[in-house]
């Protein structure tokens, strides 16, 4: 079955310090890839999203993610992470063109100062 | 301002109960979603209407009802049938293209306690 997997439940880290949530699909010819932020009781939003071209795809708060292929992996990046960050982040993926978005467990970044 | 609207925000129910949770969208979507949301399980599909009239069961149906009279609005009832129906809904919508992926745009949400 289709699947997506988020590794980390929970990453806290510290004010300016990077950040990395990992983020794996099962295999397929075709994949759209994308990350969603929720803050504590809102709806979702879409964060970044990889469609095709170029492999490394960026938002406009500073996050950045990648897609893989060989590892089927799309891992979400940040360098400095700040307080505002602190939300949780869901990766999600349609596996085929006009096919259902199947979301991973979802993790909960914090971030301390 | 185009958007996605749900309400209410919160709703108590008792159990034995039927309870309706609204979604409205102004944004011209064809296409609109129910997920239900629970701690450690990433959002889950239960229903979803491609056009007026017509919807399909998502992955966990079970206990669910929904409605499309209307292209703007997606009622989702939660049945007495629903063993376990604590949690948050969210409710999204998306436009219908020509292959590729149509972005879904998601509802502030509503989190249904039964007590």
């Known amino acids: 079955a289709q699947s997506v997997t988020q590794l980390d439940s929970q990453v806290p880290v510290f004010e300016e310090a990077p950040v990395e949530l990992r983020c794996n699909y099962s295999?397929?010819?075709?994949?759209?890839l994308f990350w969603y932020v929720q803050y504590p009781n809102q709806g979702l939003q879409l964060l970044l999203k990889?469609?095709?071209?170029?492999?490394l795809v960026e938002s406009i708060n500073g996050f950045e993610a990648e897609f893989n292929k060989s590892q089927t992996s799309f891992h979400l990046r940040k360098p400095s992470v700040h307080i505002s960050d602190t939300a949780e982040y869901f990766c999600?993926?349609?596996?085929?063109?006009?096919?259902?978005?199947?979301f991973g467990q979802g993790t909960e970044l914090s971030v301390k100062p | 301002d185009g958007g996605i609207t749900q309400s209410p925000k919160y709703l108590f129910r008792k159990e034995g109960q039927n309870v309706t949770l609204s979604c409205e969208q102004n944004?011209?979507?064809?296409?609109m979603y129910w997920y239900r949301q629970d701690p450690g399980q990433g959002l889950r599909l239960i229903y979803y209407s491609q056009i007026v009239n017509d919807f399909q069961k998502g992955d966990i149906a079970e206990g669910y009802s929904v409605s499309r009279e209307k292209k703007e609005s997606f009622p989702l009832t939660v049945t007495s049938a629903q063993k376990n129906p604590t949690a948050f809904y969210l409710c999204?919508?998306?436009?219908?293209?020509?292959?590729?992926?149509?972005?879904?745009?998601f509802g502030p949400g509503t989190r249904l306690t039964v007590l």
């Open positions: 295999s397929s010819v075709s994949v759209y």
């Open positions: 999204a919508s998306s436009p219908i293209g020509t292959g590729g992926f149509n972005e879904q745009f």
């Open positions: 990889y469609l095709s071209g170029s492999t």
């Open positions: 944004l011209n979507h064809d296409a």
């Open positions: 999600a993926a349609t596996f085929n063109q006009g096919g259902k978005l199947i």
